[in-house]
């Protein structure tokens, strides 16, 4: 195949498959083996083997290609130059009319940092184990920034741990303010605030704890904390419109399409485990376990290739409900964008995986949604045997505080918080049924929301029971 072939070949291009490319030893076969990344059109990024050797290759095809290998080499360059650690180059090419590549050694059994970060996050915050991984994280920007670089995408994925060292990745978003000479404050605090704004809110208390880590090897500027915390609060906000954006659009994260007679949205990475699973939705809602049906919805636990998820199918009940629903966003949808909206700010919920609404020339039908199985007890259960003592766990007591910070936080109200839309998942309580969450930009509206979930949340349980008096004396209130 020809570079330029690729940028026809769609987000899946058949593999393994040979690209001739030429070096300064002359032409030879490159063997690309398997995709880590596509950007369909532009950008193909994989595992290879280029004259006998394991490579990383970024193949760089389209219109845009050579001002993106340009970016690429330049910044590549830049990290080298500045004896920073980062896969050795091995060879580059650009062709007019083809595209450029760019084959890098490859770092076999490597693990991103934001990896390390994904096994560790659940656990209580600043723990020694999230510590040791951020710790990383910032004395190595803290070496960019010491050499007057930043990266703008700045984020865990782009640091690799590899046999005790921490490599720089993705040289396409790596800046210069000067090279050799210490990034300006300014530029620090606008990088920093990019890393940060990635963290649970939670953590941003801890966030002058953890900048120790940073200063260490770099102590060029003082950092206000103020200052930072807009840089922060800024990022964050923007990712997360960023993200509620991508919900509704295909894209690297989302698989979507919309049409007369169907919207159907899925995370990329399921798209293949998904897609049988929407084809066959009310069959499989027949043989699974049901929790509710009829009514507005029917919620069932389901087996798929040995992976348990939870559909729920949202009804039209009668021809009045239809005249209701058919012309504005389905529940269904509703939920998709709050689930990814907790996912994203790291407030635990089952992971939305897919969603459809069937349409009739656009008027809105039935809608499924399906998402993870939390195998966990619900609250009623689980509180159960404390009703008369109200003697919680208190590990369990400061994940609900933990749980209640964060949505004050985010100004979230769930709108309907009983005790069976809660699970204890062993470490953090989740939340389920998000029909009616709402994001409030008004703290007023938002006092009333969080007060009347605060007292739905206590109606589970006898108000003269030791539980609710215990629960009510802690729980926060708004005025």
């Not at 290879?48 to 910044?75: D, I, N, S």
């Not at 376990?289 to 009804?315: C, D, E, I, M, P």
Request: aromatic share 8%; glycine share 8%; net charge neutral.
């Amino acid at each position: 195949m020809r570079l330029s072939e690729l940028k026809s070949a769609g987000r899946s291009p058949a593999l393994p498959l040979s690209l001739e490319l030429a070096d300064a030893a002359g032409p030879a076969q490159l063997q690309l083996l398997s995709l880590l990344r596509v950007l369909p059109g532009q950008r193909y990024v994989g595992a290879a083997v280029w004259r006998g050797r394991a490579v990383l290759a970024k193949l760089l095809v389209g219109p845009k290609a050579a001002r993106h290998f340009q970016r690429e080499l330049a910044g590549v360059r830049l990290l080298a130059g500045q004896g920073l650690t980062t896969p050795a180059l091995l060879a580059d090419g650009l062709k007019e009319g083809e595209g450029g590549w760019l084959l890098f050694e490859f770092l076999e059994g490597a693990q991103s940092l934001g990896d390390a970060w994904a096994a560790v996050e659940h656990l209580p915050a600043l723990a020694d184990e999230q510590q040791t991984v951020l710790g990383e994280a910032l004395a190595a920007v803290a070496a960019m920034h010491a050499k007057g670089l930043w990266q703008e995408d700045l984020h865990l994925d782009n640091l690799l741990r590899h046999q005790g060292r921490l490599y720089l990745i993705d040289g396409a978003g790596v800046c210069a303010e000067e090279a050799g000479k210490p990034l300006s404050r300014q530029r620090v605090l606008q990088n920093l605030g990019v890393l940060f704004a990635q963290l649970p809110k939670h953590f941003e208390p801890h966030i002058e704890e953890l900048l120790v880590h940073y200063l260490l090897t770099n102590g060029e500027h003082a950092l206000p904390l103020e200052a930072l915390q807009k840089q922060v609060d800024k990022v964050r906000s923007w990712r997360l419109k960023d993200i509620l954006d991508k919900v509704g659009r295909d894209c690297t994260l989302f698989s979507v399409s919309r049409g007369a007679f169907a919207l159907r949205a899925i995370r990329r990475e399921e798209e293949p485990a998904m897609l049988p699973v929407l084809a066959q939705a009310d069959a499989l809602l027949d043989k699974g376990h049901l929790y509710k049906t009829g009514g507005a919805a029917s919620v069932g636990r389901v087996q798929v290739g040995g992976r348990t998820l939870v559909v729920k199918r949202y009804n039209i009940k009668n021809m009045l409900h239809w005249f209701k629903r058919f012309w504005r966003p389905s529940r269904a949808w509703h939920s998709w964008v709050e689930g990814n909206r907790l996912d994203f700010l790291g407030i635990a919920t089952p992971k939305p995986l897919a969603l459809l609404e069937r349409r009739f020339f656009w008027l809105r039908r039935q809608a499924y949604l399906v998402t993870e199985y939390l195998s966990g007890p619900d609250m009623l259960e689980h509180f159960a045997p404390y009703v008369a003592t109200g003697d919680v766990p208190e590990n369990e007591l400061l994940a609900l505080d933990q749980l209640f910070a964060d949505l004050i936080g985010a100004r979230i109200s769930h709108g309907d918080f009983k005790g069976h839309n809660l699970f204890w998942d062993g470490q953090r309580w989740a939340l389920i049924d998000l029909d009616a969450m709402c994001q409030h930009h008004s703290l007023h509206s938002f006092a009333q929301a969080f007060a009347r979930d605060r007292a739905r949340l206590l109606r589970n349980w006898p108000v003269d029971s030791a539980l609710y008096q215990m629960l009510d004396s802690r729980l926060p209130k708004l005025d």
